[in-house]
DNA sequence: CGCGCCTTGGTGACATAGTCACAGACCGGC
DNA sequence: GCCGGTCTGTGACTATGTCACCAAGGCGCG
């Protein structure tokens, strides 16, 4: 068991594997990022979840390709590519948690191409909001993070929230979104589902 | 063993899933299409390859989100489900080679993240091309295909192979591209890589 | 407090990409 | 040669992304 605390870079592209990733408590970001500086959140790694950047790594001895980052303090176990073998092949337990983690984020990426490549800001950013707030109503982040989180550009974020507010949907101040209108949030993010 | 002949619909979103399909011979290719009717390819599954949108149904017992089409002849295999479950706890070349997938799939959805939300659409064009023609110097295929190819839109493919062309990289016929000025194709693929 | 400095957010101007409407060019069957 | 379908070209407009720059808020420190 390996306590981190939050902003720790797990791994960058190009790095090698150490092993094969379990979150106990914690989320990680996984994000990529061009050279221009735009980048996208792929996915969150949660308690109880293991890390596919890492199996990736393991079964076809790639390297990364993306970045992990501790979102919040996190506690990992990593467990060597050896005892990952062992466990894969003798553990029906492992096993079957491993496949549903690859299943399930494997549909959060088609899910992420479909988002990106076939919907507006609009929607993408209501979605984010939404996703971000949880069962909360309101939302602590900055507009180059929310650009960040669906792929897009601080300005572009900036302009939409005031579309949003000027709709009463949202009121914004520095660094915190309140999700008044939150049915007419979620009517404009379901459109093109 | 199973034989489809080209475009046949192999699974569409919604469906519930038959079994794991193996590929024999041919290509399927699996795409998404939004209600605008606009399209990406996500992948395609080779001979030998495993196909993963089969993997998440069985594993989670999900539906299917993404359509399946036979780009050309395919000879396939349908594994039953409990068959699937019983090679996977006791086969370790069938377990082997199904991980190896499924990283693989997993690693080119990512790229395909990264293409769609970080690169412009000149260079992933240019990719679509390179990647069509494999070692031939020519790709056969309309502008609205290539537009689904890369999840943009046919306008958008005319106007830039219209470029492409008055600056000599290719030539294009109905139908039909030549890949003149390869090499400068290739240095504007890699540009953001 | 007043000052400087960094982060965050706002805005205009422009570049790139996507949408819509429509016209013309090509291709096969007849 | 004619016809109907498919494929491609184009203008006008909207949406999104980029660039440059400034303004506002927060924060430490003399």
């Known amino acids: 068991m390996m306590q981190v605390p939050q ?13 094969f990733v379990v ?15 735009r980048e996208i959140v792929l996915y969150r790694v949660r308690p109880g979840e293991v890390c596919l950047q890492t199996f990736g790594c393991l079964v076809n001895r790639t390297t990364y390709s993306a970045e992990g980052v501790a979102e919040t303090d996190c506690a990992l176990e990593v467990v060597p590519a050896g005892e990952f073998e062992r466990l ?12 549903g983690a690859v299943a399930a984020r494997f549909a959060d990426l088609e899910r992420l191409v479909e988002d990106v490549a076939l919907s507006s800001v609009a929607e993408r950013l209501a979605r984010a909001l939404l996703r971000l707030a949880g069962s909360a109503d309101a939302v602590d982040a900055t507009h180059e993070a929310l650009a960040s989180e669906i792929g897009s550009a601080r300005e ?7 579309v949003f507010a000027r709709e009463g949907l949202i009121a914004v101040t520095r660094g915190h979104i309140e999700l008044t209108g939150r049915a007419r949030l979620e009517a404009l993010a379901h459109l093109a589902e």
């Open 88 to 99: 894969v092949e003798n553990d029906p337990v492992f096993r079957t948690r491993l496949f």
């Open 7 to 19: 902003g720790t870079v797990l791994f960058r592209p190009e790095d090698a594997c150490q092993g």
């Open 23 to 37: 979150v106990h408590s914690g989320t990680i970001k996984v994000t990529l990022t061009a050279e221009n500086g």
């Open 156 to 162: 572009v974020i900036s302009r939409q929230l005031a």
